[in-house]
């Protein structure tokens, strides 16, 4: 099975509305990729509906969060409806910032994915351990902890979505530090990630695409996608340039990874 690679940026709380407009120019001036490749972009959410509406039909936008709830007073939270109205095609769950400063459980991240899918959304589901947990030998089973809740999910989506089943693994002791998960670390995790989707259903995890992110650059990037289990990346600080962006984007594209059918 052939898997499409996926290039996300994650731009967090970065970026203003001129700067969407100009990234969106940036990607319409440099052309699509001539290769199958997915592009995603992760505004902040008040500029969610404007990077919709800028962005090309080659590059599709998410919502960094959703909450699990449908509605609600619940006051600085986005439904996932609502991001969907706004033009989110898919939606972040359990990124590592969402987990450490907001305080999110395990069970928390799998009802706001169900919700995501509920709607009709791509939900990108976030792994990954700290830097303590893996000196501890810990790293397989936090993972296997982050994952048990949201196993249905990801079975569902990989039948009910266009993107299909999708997680990131972020290791915690790579995000923003300019340390990198080594390819063999790496592969190693994405190994292991994929075999826990086919023995939660045969075909699941060789279906679903698996992306790193934790660092990820233009120099680091091709070695990483060179391993058969790494299928993308979810990017942050090097997304933020769109030159950046762009150039990894080319250096992906045709790299789709899995076995040959």
């Not at 910032?97 to 991240?109: D, K, L, P």
């Not at 999708?166 to 990630?193: F, K, N, Q």
Request: aromatic content about 6%.
């Amino acid at each position: 099975m052939k898997r499409t690679p996926i290039v996300a940026g994650n731009w967090k709380m970065n970026l203003l509305g001129s700067d969407v407009v100009a990234y969106a120019e940036a990607l319409a001036a440099a052309g699509p990729p001539e290769t199958d490749v997915d592009i995603v972009l992760f505004p902040t959410p008040v500029y969610l509906a404007a990077a919709a509406r800028a962005m090309l039909e080659w590059a599709s936008v998410g919502a960094q969060d959703v909450h699990a709830e449908e509605k609600g007073a619940y006051t600085g939270d986005v439904a996932a409806a609502q991001a969907r109205d706004a033009g989110a095609a898919w939606a972040l769950a359990g990124h590592s910032e969402r987990r450490q400063y907001h305080g999110e459980s395990n069970v928390e991240v799998a009802r706001k994915a169900e919700r995501t899918l509920g709607v009709g959304l791509t939900p990108v589901v976030c792994v990954g351990e700290t830097l303590e947990q893996r000196q501890q030998g810990e790293t397989e089973a936090i993972l296997d902890a982050q994952l048990a809740p949201v196993l249905a999910v990801l079975d569902a989506a990989d039948g009910d979505t266009e993107g299909g089943a999708v997680l990131a693994y972020e290791p915690v002791w790579a995000i923003g530090t300019g340390l990198s998960a080594s390819p063999e670390i790496a592969a190693a995790v994405h190994s292991h990630l994929r075999r826990a989707l086919n023995d939660y259903r045969s075909g699941l995890g060789d279906a679903a695409r698996i992306l790193y992110g934790g660092s990820v650059n233009a120099d680091n990037c091709v070695d990483l996608l060179g391993r058969p289990d790494i299928d993308g990346f979810l990017i942050g600080g090097a997304s933020l340039d769109p030159a950046s962006f762009l150039r990894i984007i080319r250096l992906c594209a045709g790299s789709g990874s899995g076995p040959a059918p």
